[in-house]
């Protein structure tokens, strides 16, 4: 299939069809050494939705996985939809109690979970007193005393039932948010908003049947199955899912899937370009690196890896309001323009629209039907508060400039108020960034004795000495913005999608590797000096 206009199928059964009738033997899902044609993927899912029909699945249920990155986590994916069931997928580092708060408040019908989390998914239902079924899956071969009926393989016995006809507005799959600077929430994204966000990719990156799309973010989060699984199946090209990323064995799976397009976030590319240069690095088959943000030294990441670099702007809520075409030069410091499908608005405190160039907060509306979530399920409250006057409120700051380039100015709640001024954490930690041996930087508030915020930056490096470090920063950063405390560190935690995860650094703000540079003392757990 060659470039394609807007909206390019109806159904995900549309889809399917035309692909049985076009390629249905081309590989269409990849994983490990493992592949799936598109009859394949059509058959077997079928399969596996007649087994949770059997379990007493009905159009409109839940059905919880608790797997790792695998075929059968994607063919579970259309199986649910075959059903009109809504798949809802389980973040496997939750521990039982968080997981059996989600099943309290999903009520799934069936959970499918991995041998490798069987005590995980046990302790969450007897937590949570479900009634769901429990299927349990073997994706690595560990093997382990399940009954024979419970078996994921038993699953693939029964004949394919057809699919259901499901509407835009029905629910596809949960989706639960990063949770990096608020508590998770479950987004509800329906059959009309995941044929819209793949199509708008397919679109906008100009994606055909000869492409390879691959991604290594965990299946419980929005990218690999909306930006990268739903996209293949819309323009018919072959998606590799990784079992999860990895900086030093990135380029080699890139090369063993043959991949053509993959998209970054958070620090995934400025991770990748601090690994040591090798002789092979521009030898891969990627045309296309799209995501966001992009690092400052994109250009040389550029030049490094021989690919293409293009950034874009959104959210699971909003879609992907912002683009930068693959075929225009970037401008620095911007993520693109608007895209004809969306609206975006940058207001000030009292929701007024502000003069182009100046830092507010983001409002995005979708101009087309299911451009965006229906709600957070079973969350009525952050669901109203989500919007304002019928724009959703992203949650980020930003700019537009006179010409229409949107600039990404950090979240609302990664400003630290100091000193009678609101700093964008982003505008400390982009200086933060430029130092030899430092790998990634994260900028958080923290309490003051003076009232308002202290600043502290902790920095993933090696090599690194504090004097020298501290120097660059005050010789770089306004006075206001110089940090107080600092906190050096081996490896960040991050979500598993590779973001900075700012809630657990604040939880632990306070600790013996916190270095206070205005009183020239390490910090203690067990005094807080009078401190927060």
């Known amino acids: 299939m060659t470039q394609t206009a807007f909206a390019i199928f109806s159904s995900l059964q549309e889809a399917f069809e035309h692909h049985l009738g076009v390629r249905p033997d081309k590989v269409f899902l990849r994983h490990g050494n493992q592949s799936l044609t598109f009859k394949e993927v059509e058959e077997r899912s079928g399969r596996i939705a007649a087994s949770l029909e059997e379990l007493g699945v009905e159009r409109g249920n839940a059905v919880a996985v608790l797997m790792p990155n695998s075929l059968e986590h994607m063919l579970t994916l259309f199986a649910c939809a075959r059903l009109g069931a809504v798949q809802l997928p389980?973040?496997?580092?939750?521990?039982?109690?968080?997981?059996?708060r989600l099943l309290e408040q999903m009520t799934p019908a069936v959970l499918i979970a991995d041998?490798?989390?069987?005590?995980?998914?046990?302790?969450?239902?007897?937590?949570?007193?479900?009634?769901?079924a429990l299927v349990m899956s073997d994706v690595d071969g560990i093997g382990g005393r399940v009954p024979e009926q419970q078996r994921?393989?038993?699953?693939?016995?029964?004949?394919?039932?057809?699919?259901?006809?499901?509407?835009?507005?029905d629910p596809f799959m949960l989706i639960m948010t990063s949770g990096t600077t608020a508590a998770a929430k479950a987004v509800e994204i329906s059959h009309g908003f995941v044929l819209h966000i793949a199509s708008e990719v397919v679109w906008h990156q100009e994606y055909s049947?000869?492409?390879?799309?691959f991604s290594p973010y965990p299946l419980f989060h929005g990218d690999a199955p909306m930006l990268t699984v739903m996209p293949g199946l819309v323009a018919g090209c072959t998606v590799a899912v990784g079992r999860k990323f990895s900086a030093s064995g990135f380029w080699r799976e890139i090369r063993n899937y043959g991949a053509t397009v993959f998209d970054y976030m958070g620090a995934v590319l400025a991770i990748?370009?601090?690994?040591?240069?090798?002789?092979?690095?521009?030898?891969?088959?990627?045309?296309?690196?799209?995501?966001?943000?992009?690092?400052?030294?994109?250009r040389e990441l550029e030049e490094r890896f021989d690919i293409k670099i293009r950034e874009v702007y959104g959210a699971t809520e909003c879609?992907?309001?912002?683009?930068?075409?693959?075929?225009?030069e970037r401008r620095d410091g911007t993520a693109g323009k608007l895209c004809e499908h969306h609206e975006l608005r940058i207001v000030d405190e009292a929701g007024l629209q502000s003069e182009p160039g100046t830092v507010g907060d983001v409002l995005v509306r979708s101009r087309v039907p299911h451009g965006e979530m229906t709600g957070y399920f079973h969350n009525s409250e952050a669901t109203v508060s989500a919007?304002?006057?019928?724009?959703?409120?992203?949650?980020?700051?930003g700019s537009l400039s006179e010409d229409g380039y949107f600039s990404f100015a950090g979240r609302v709640k990664d400003i630290i108020r100091r000193r009678g001024r609101n700093i964008g954490a982003e505008e400390i930690e982009s200086v933060a960034l430029r130092w030899e041996g430092v790998v990634d930087v994260a900028a958080i508030a923290t309490?003051?004795?003076l009232t308002e915020d202290d600043i502290k930056i902790v920095v993933q490096g090696t090599g690194l000495s504090r004097d020298a470090y501290l120097t660059h920063l005050r010789e770089n950063l306004p006075r206001y913005m110089v940090p107080r405390y600092i906190e050096f560190c081996v490896e960040l935690p991050r979500t598993p999608t590779g973001k900075v995860d700012k809630n657990a650094l604040r939880s632990r703000w306070r600790n013996e590797t916190t270095f206070d540079t205005e009183d020239q003392i390490w910090l203690s757990t067990l005094d807080d000096g009078g401190r927060g």
């Open 90 to 100: 389980l973040n496997h580092e939750f521990n039982a109690g968080a997981i059996a």
């Open 115 to 132: 041998v490798q989390f069987e005590e995980l998914a046990l302790a969450s239902l007897e937590a949570s007193a479900s009634e769901a």
């Open 152 to 169: 994921f393989e038993a699953l693939l016995n029964a004949e394919p039932v057809p699919w259901v006809t499901s509407s835009l507005s």
């Open 209 to 213: 049947d000869e492409d390879v799309l």
């Open 272 to 298: 990748l370009g601090k690994q040591e240069p090798r002789d092979n690095d521009r030898d891969n088959p990627v045309r296309l690196a799209w995501g966001g943000p992009a690092p400052s030294n994109w």
């Open 319 to 328: 879609c992907l309001p912002i683009w930068e075409s693959p075929n225009e």
């Open 387 to 397: 919007w304002r006057g019928l724009w959703y409120r992203t949650g980020d700051r």
């Open 447 to 449: 309490p003051s004795a």
